[in-house]
T-cell receptor, first 115, second 116 residues
Framework: AQSVTQLGSHVSVSEGALVLLRCNYS??????LFWYVQYPNQGLQLLLK??????LVKGINGFEAEFKKSETSFHLTKPSAHMSDAAEYFC?????????????FGSGTQLTVLP | DAGVIQSPRHEVTEMGQEVTLRCKPI?????LFWYRQTMMRGLELLIY????????DSGMPEDRFSAKMPNASFSTLKIQPSEPRDSAVYFC??????????????FGSGTRLTVV
């Protein structure tokens, strides 16, 4: 069975500071890994994904994440936070097998950007 | 592509009334998921369909909840009778399910349900 742990349900950073949102996963097979973002009163949007290949993945709005198999981690980073980054972020994992792939979501991290 | 379309966006109803939420998945996607999101419980998977067939409804909270997918382009989530504790945002998501590469889920904008 797969699982995802997001460390820190709330993270606050100052505008211009580094954003680091942590995600650790558990999977018995090579995983697909995703980050979704949810802005207020909206649905979840895909931010970036890792399937195969390069372990450093770049997404929208300057975010990137690195798949580290040895650490079973997929942390999300952005060098410089912007006020518009304030949102909830969800990490998700899926295995690469199966006829109907499903995502297992973490509990989410609320990012606050302080002026 | 218009994405996953949910209706209505907002629904306010009185306790005891029947509520029907609707979802149109992305054309060609063969998996459909219904989620509920609340402050207290976060994002919960209620039920999912594969090729219009319900695969896992273990997340459906009570018999008051039911979901159908009569064809590949339409699904409903019904609550009858509704209760105040059903107040939440309900999301529909669709996915291609099979094949590679896989792009995960596409979510709709949600239906905010308020039961008074």
């Amino acid at each position: 069975a797969q699982s995802v742990t997001q460390l820190g349900s709330h993270v606050s950073v100052s505008e211009g500071a580094l954003v680091l949102l942590r995600c650790n996963y558990s999977s018995s097979v090579p995983p697909y890994l995703f980050w979704y973002v949810q802005y207020p009163n909206q649905g979840l949007q895909l931010l970036l994904k890792y399937t195969t290949g390069a372990t450093l993945v770049k997404g929208i709005n300057g975010f990137e994440a690195e798949f580290k198999k040895s650490e079973t981690s997929f942390h999300l980073t952005k060098p410089s936070a912007h006020m518009s980054d304030a949102a909830e972020y969800f990490c998700a994992v899926s295995d690469q097998a199966g006829s109907a792939r499903q995502l297992t979501f973490g509990s989410g991290t609320q990012l606050t950007v302080l002026p | 592509d218009a994405g996953v379309i949910q209706s209505p966006r907002h629904e306010v109803t009185e306790m005891g009334q029947e509520v029907t939420l609707r979802c149109k998945p992305i054309s060609g996607h063969n998996s459909l998921f219904w989620y509920r999101q609340t402050m207290m419980r976060g994002l919960e998977l209620l039920i999912y369909f594969n090729n219009n067939v319900p695969i896992d409804d273990s997340g459906m909270p009570e018999d008051r909840f039911s979901a159908k997918m009569p064809n590949a382009s339409f699904s409903t989530l019904k609550i009858q009778p509704s209760e105040p504790r059903d107040s939440a945002v309900y999301f529909c998501a669709s996915s291609s399910g099979q094949g590679a590469p896989w792009y995960g889920y596409t979510f709709g904008s949600g239906t905010r349900l308020t039961v008074v």
